[in-house]
């Protein structure tokens, strides 16, 4: 296999792209061709397997993937999103993604304004912002000192992928996970509000649920499930609704335990009181 992607400094997305095809496609970044270039299209190497932020081309099909070539008004791309998205990995399966496309395609004065809204008055405030000791800083610093090792790129690969192997585990994980909580969901109509009920207590994969069910349906304000602590049930209000509030429910027969913030709450084994708990929790929407 040969590989072609830019030289001279490294960058987080050119290492972390080649890694991952280096996962992907089960080969040892010693055992193959990697070419270093500075400059060139992508046509000028036809024997070659996979281009990767190099060559000003985005061709999946042929396994090119620059994004060098797209106008400055384009939205954040690199390298590793290109590879990624190839490999069937989406833009939020891991939450860093989006900050190496923006850090690489924009560079880190643009990050800090886009994060903060305001312009960075120096190098030494972005640099502050984003941290020197982050796990890219880590490979790069080590990929970068060909002058001492030349080597030094391949050995940062192989430390790489040894840590993003432990990533697409994650999402795998995370899939798995998900799929589990869907199968463990009942959604329950009280008419005030959606109820995202479990029906175990489990937390695998509960919170990504939530969040995609609430995008997709805002109506459902509560989450519920089996109570881990003792018999009967408990709720809680999703993300950070206000018009749930169960704190009032303090005095009510059947109430083990309400939170004085009003964001969770403990009912007794008694599935219609809890039920009727919720709705007396769920303040009604008032009209702007």
């Known amino acids: 296999?040969?590989?072609?992607?830019?030289?001279?400094?490294?960058?987080?997305?050119?290492?972390?792209?080649?890694?991952?095809?280096?996962?992907?496609?089960?080969?040892d970044p010693r055992k193959i061709e990697i070419l270093r270039i500075n400059d060139g299209k992508a046509e000028d190497f036809p024997d070659a397997d996979f281009i990767v932020d190099v060559g000003k081309q985005y061709d999946p099909a042929k396994k090119w993937f620059d994004?060098?070539?797209f106008p400055k008004d384009h939205a954040p791309e690199c390298a590793f999103t290109l590879?990624?998205?190839?490999?069937?990995?989406?833009?939020?399966?891991?939450?860093?993604?989006?900050?190496?496309?923006?850090?690489?395609?924009?560079?880190?004065?643009?990050?800090?304004?886009?994060?903060?809204?305001?312009?960075?008055?120096?190098?030494?405030?972005?640099d502050n912002f984003l941290g020197t000791c982050d796990v890219f800083s880590w490979f790069c610093r080590i990929a970068n000192t060909a002058y001492k090792n030349p080597n030094a790129f391949v050995d940062a690969l192989d430390l790489a992928m040894r840590w993003l192997k432990s990533e697409?585990?994650?999402?795998?994980?995370?899939?798995?996970?998900?799929?589990?909580?869907?199968a463990n969901l009942e959604i329950i109509d009280l008419g005030v509000c959606k109820v995202a009920h479990f029906k175990q207590m489990e937390t695998r994969g509960i919170n990504d649920v939530c969040d995609e069910i609430t995008r997709l349906d805002p109506t459902i304000l509560v989450q519920s499930c089996p109570d881990n602590r003792g018999v009967g049930f408990a709720a809680w209000r999703l993300n950070d609704c206000r018009r749930v509030d169960f704190s009032p429910l303090k005095t009510d027969k059947g109430c083990v335990f309400?939170?004085?913030?009003?964001?969770?709450?403990?009912?007794?084994?008694?599935?219609?009181?809890?039920?009727?708990?919720?709705?007396?929790?769920?303040?009604?929407?008032?009209?702007?």
């Open 83 to 126: 590879v990624a998205a190839h490999y069937g990995i989406g833009r939020t399966d891991l939450n860093w993604i989006e900050r190496l496309a923006y850090l690489d395609s924009k560079g880190p004065w643009e990050y800090y304004k886009n994060q903060l809204g305001r312009k960075a008055r120096n190098r030494k405030e972005v």
């Open 258 to 288: 309400a939170h004085v913030q009003g964001f969770c709450v403990k009912w007794e084994n008694n599935w219609d009181g809890f039920l009727e708990a919720i709705k007396k929790a769920v303040a009604v929407e008032v009209a702007a």
């Open 67 to 69: 994004h060098h070539q």
């Open 168 to 182: 697409l585990d994650y999402i795998q994980n995370r899939k798995e996970n998900f799929k589990f909580a869907m």
């Open 1 to 27: 296999m040969k590989i072609v992607t830019h030289g001279g400094q490294a960058h987080a997305d050119d290492l972390m792209a080649v890694a991952l095809i280096c996962i992907k496609e089960q080969v």
